[in-house]
């Protein structure tokens, strides 16, 4: 899948393992990095974001890694989870969008619109009922984004990265 202004998408493959560790770690630190949370962040990197823990995820055959690459850089990603489910929730049939990020560089290129379009095909093909998410409640840029798509929220959670919770929406696209 691509187009000349997102670049290409593509499912991870293990030979992506290498790029996948410093563009999860990197997108996350841009995505998250605050004074007086570094050492919290840091270990929420080391321990999610290692070699690893991301070649037992792509080879999980649960766990889906979509790329965008622009002139061969990898410059976001999407992770999907067949069949996981929200704490405290059960949905039948679904997919869990785990991580949406696009390096700052790449924002506004229609890189995180090329991305979600790709996950929501790759769950109608799975004949999924639904894609579910937990977004930030203060990112109402990316709150705005998800409801673009037609996620609605259903609930809430707690995120935890060290010592910082953070309270979450959980949101829900039906596809079907």
Same mark, same amino acid.
Request: proline fraction near 2%; charge should be negative.
């Given at each position: 899948?691509?187009?000349?202004?997102?670049?290409?998408?593509?499912?991870?493959?293990?030979?992506?393992?290498?790029?996948?560790?410093?563009?999860?770690?990197?997108?996350?630190?841009? @995505?998250?990095?605050?004074?007086?949370?570094? @050492?919290?962040?840091?270990?929420?990197?080391?321990?999610?974001?290692?070699?690893?823990?991301?070649?037992?995820?792509?080879?999980?055959?649960?766990?889906?890694?979509?790329?965008?690459?622009?002139?061969?850089?990898?410059?976001?990603?999407?992770?999907?989870?067949?069949?996981?489910?929200?704490?405290?929730?059960?949905?039948?049939?679904?997919?869990?969008?785990?991580?949406?990020?696009?390096?700052?560089?790449?924002?506004?290129?229609?890189?995180?619109?090329?991305?979600?379009? @790709?996950?929501?095909?790759?769950?109608?093909?799975?004949?999924?009922?639904?894609?579910?998410?937990?977004?930030?409640?203060?990112?109402?840029? @990316?709150?705005?984004?998800?409801?673009?798509?037609?996620?609605?929220?259903?609930?809430?959670?707690?995120?935890?990265?060290?010592?910082?919770?953070?309270?979450?929406?959980?949101?829900?696209?039906?596809?079907?």
């Amino acid at each position: 899948m691509s187009n000349k202004k997102s670049g290409i998408i593509r499912q991870a493959t293990p030979a992506d393992l290498t790029g996948l560790v410093e563009l999860t770690s990197f997108t996350f630190r841009e @995505a998250w990095l605050e004074p007086g949370n570094e @050492a919290d962040l840091e270990k929420y990197v080391s321990e999610n974001f290692n070699i690893e823990q991301l070649q037992m995820e792509l080879n999980n055959p649960e766990i889906c890694y979509l790329l965008s690459e622009v002139n061969n850089e990898m410059a976001g990603y999407i992770k999907l989870h067949r069949n996981d489910q929200p704490y405290k929730y059960f949905l039948m049939n679904t997919i869990a969008l785990h991580r949406l990020y696009i390096k700052v560089a790449y924002r506004n290129n229609q890189l995180g619109s090329s991305l979600m379009e @790709a996950a929501i095909q790759f769950a109608k093909q799975e004949d999924r009922s639904s894609i579910w998410l937990g977004v930030w409640n203060e990112n109402n840029r @990316a709150i705005r984004f998800y409801e673009k798509y037609g996620f609605v929220k259903f609930g809430n959670y707690q995120f935890v990265m060290g010592g910082i919770v953070s309270d979450d929406y959980l949101m829900k696209l039906n596809l079907k």
